[in-house]
């Protein structure tokens, strides 16, 4: 009875992770213009300017719009090291949702055991992009500091995410050498029985 609960859950969970992964990649692409509309280039666009992008025909405004993508995000440091962040800390938490949805697989099929090899390499694999991101975001801190020459970087939101990440990356090896750990005790027992 408890097992169904806990594959009930582990059903849910999956589910949100796999929608939470689904809206990560729609993002991604998105990301350059973004970044591009909130910089300071952007804001001295009159909406004219924006309007002759879209002037001919919309599959023409979106080839424009690519070029701005292409061109003009990389032009400005602040606004490529955004840029870069961004995407480099998209694809890595893409890949720790990823790993996330096979451990979950695992707990919803009840009829393996989660306390698997497989299990423990895709922990690992994420702690492994935990402190990327966190390196990421380190980097980023180091570049506003040196860019702005000032401390105030170090109030942002990226001088947050190096400790949490860190832990987190903490917290995946830990469970990884944990599944790991009872994958090897379940061998052991399945070759005395």
Do not use: H
Not at 33 to 44: E, K, N, Q, T
Not at 103 to 120: D, K, Q, W, Y
């Amino acid at each position: 009875m408890k097992s169904m609960s806990v594959q009930k859950i582990a059903s849910i969970l999956r589910i949100s992770v796999l929608v939470t992964f689904i809206c990560n990649l729609l993002a991604l692409p998105v990301v350059p213009g973004l970044v591009y509309f909130r910089s300071d280039i952007a804001r001295r666009m009159e909406f004219s300017q924006l309007q002759r992008i879209f002037d001919y025909d919309f599959d023409d405004g979106l080839g424009n719009l690519l070029g701005i993508y292409l061109t003009e995000v990389w032009k400005e440091p602040y606004t490529a090291a955004l840029t870069l962040f961004l995407l480099f800390s998209g694809i890595c938490t893409a890949v720790i949702l990823l790993q996330a949805i096979r451990v979950l697989c695992t707990i919803v099929e009840g009829n393996r055991n989660p306390f698997t090899l497989e299990n423990a390499a895709s922990l690992r694999r994420a702690a492994l992009c935990c402190f990327l991101i966190a390196a990421a975001a380190l980097a980023r801190v180091v570049f506003s500091v040196c860019y702005y020459r000032s401390p105030l970087p170090l109030a942002t939101y990226n001088a947050l995410f190096v400790p949490m990440f860190s832990m987190a990356g903490l917290l995946c090896l830990v469970m990884s050498a944990l599944f790991r750990q009872a994958a090897e005790l379940k061998a052991e027992n399945d070759l005395t029985i």
